[in-house]
């Protein structure tokens, strides 16, 4: 089993910015990709951004492209997304998964492992 905890989340204005954090314990995390998703009320939870197990290649959805950004700290076992340009259509619970998969796959039914969840809301 891996245990994901993702913090960072917080009310910002419109505009503003975001550092999300999702800490991994349990299993080797350097052997995992890792993405974010995204679920806002009444909606399914959505593909945000995906990093490799080495950081060497990332992936975005297009609504976030350009101001989101993931990055990650094996030394850590940590994994972040910054969000900029952070716009009130972004509100909504952000969620870091773990993938064993090598390519980038941006459907929930792909990875293994899931966090709690952290909200994020944008005010106008």
């Known amino acids: 089993q891996m245990q994901l905890v993702e913090s960072g989340g917080g009310l910002v204005q419109a505009g503003g910015s975001l550092r999300l954090s999702c800490a991994a314990s349990?299993?080797?995390?350097?052997?995992?990709?890792m993405g974010w998703f995204r679920q806002a009320p009444g909606k399914e939870r959505e593909f945000v951004a995906h990093?490799?197990?080495?950081?060497?290649?990332?992936a975005y959805a297009d609504s976030v492209k350009g101001r989101f950004t993931i990055s990650r700290d094996n030394a850590k076992n940590t994994v972040y997304l910054q969000m900029n340009s952070l716009k009130p259509e972004d509100t909504a619970v952000y969620y870091c998964?773990?993938?064993?998969?090598?390519?980038?796959?941006?459907?929930?039914?792909?990875?293994?492992?899931w966090g709690q969840g952290t909200q994020v809301t944008v005010s106008s």
């Open positions: 349990g299993r080797t995390f350097s052997r995992y990709a």
């Open positions: 998964a773990a993938d064993s998969g090598l390519v980038v796959r941006t459907s929930v039914s792909w990875y293994d492992y």
């Open positions: 990093i490799s197990w080495n950081g060497g290649s990332t």
